[in-house]
């Protein structure tokens, strides 16, 4: 699936393909339309997206070839052990996590599944957890703290599930908890805004001492349709809205509520997921080695600091 603003790319890439299959002993000149045509997508790939509007960047971070939670499992661990449940209500399907092992690090994985195939993202509620979801979460949090193991926790998610079920089961004090809590663990917490961060839904498990994103993945407290919908009351005033959330990477980092970008491959991550996960996988890698060096009360410190300093605004000089 090509966006509109990449049918220019799509075309070219249609062009090499073609003359990729033809015979180069036949077409002396192969060689050289080939070159030109990749230095061509090279150039309108960089031009395109060094000019990205924030709602550009909100429906790449959507876009269906997105490397997803579990295809990270897979690129990124060599062993994985789901658990779960919350050991209260059930186990929620949006939300799972693991032991796993990232390169020689033991690790807690935890992180939202949004599901491929419409069977999928049912099954998977789009990657909106339930109460249950942050619950289970926490529960492996704390079992991670008990065996000194560090967490890793991957966010893509629109939001957490509104609906009055997930309500009248207590969703906002599960998120409410997972924020009070994760503040006070004493292991190292990395987070990564692989996607979609999207409301207190990604909040509920993104309270860390290392705040990674890719540089076309959002974060907001609010998806941009139900900004639209709250400010103008109109879903499709979105594009405006992204505008004004500082929903993008650059955006965060500036705004300090993110650390570091994990740059994505030319063209984003959905036209190469491969690569995409060996850099998140190496940022993740360099994060923990960093953060192992901590004591376990300086981590909750410095924790705890990085986000009361969020929010504040300096007055200006008179």
Request: hydrophobic share 40%.
């Amino acid at each position: 699936m090509n966006l509109e603003f990449e049918n220019e790319l799509a075309e070219i890439e249609e062009r090499i393909a073609e003359l990729s299959k033809l015979d180069s002993s036949e077409y002396p000149q192969l060689n050289k339309d080939l070159g030109a045509l990749r230095r061509k997508m090279k150039n309108l790939t960089k031009k395109i997206y060094d000019n990205l509007s924030p709602w550009d960047t909100v429906r790449i971070a959507r876009h269906p070839d997105r490397p997803l939670f579990k295809d990270f499992i897979d690129g990124m661990c060599t062993e994985f052990i789901e658990l779960h449940g919350d050991r209260r209500a059930g186990d929620d399907k949006a939300l799972i996590g693991g032991f796993a092992t990232i390169d020689k690090h033991r690790v807690m994985l935890i992180g939202m599944v949004k599901g491929r195939s419409v069977d999928e993202k049912v099954y998977h509620n789009f990657g909106m957890p339930n109460p249950e979801g942050y619950r289970k979460a926490l529960r492996l949090m704390k079992l991670a703290e008990k065996y000194g193991l560090p967490i890793v926790c991957l966010v893509d998610t629109p939001a957490a599930y509104p609906g009055k079920e997930a309500e009248e089961r207590g969703q906002a004090e599960a998120i409410a908890r997972n924020l009070t809590e994760m503040a006070n663990l004493e292991v190292p917490i990395v987070v990564v805004i692989t996607g979609e961060g999207g409301s207190g839904g990604a909040l509920g498990i993104a309270v860390g001492d290392a705040i990674l994103m890719l540089r076309y993945a959002v974060y907001s407290v609010i998806p941009p349709e139900g900004c639209a919908a709250i400010l103008w009351r109109d879903a499709e005033m979105a594009p405006q809205a992204a505008d004004a959330l500082k929903i993008t990477a650059d955006s965060l980092l500036e705004l300090g509520i993110i650390d570091e970008i994990i740059d994505e491959p030319a063209g984003g991550a959905h036209r190469d997921p491969e690569t995409t996960i060996q850099l998140t996988q190496t940022a993740v890698i360099t994060a923990l080695q960093r953060l192992k060096r901590q004591s376990p009360t300086r981590l909750r410190d410095n924790r705890y600091n990085k986000f009361a300093r969020m929010g504040r605004v300096k007055k200006p000089r008179t």
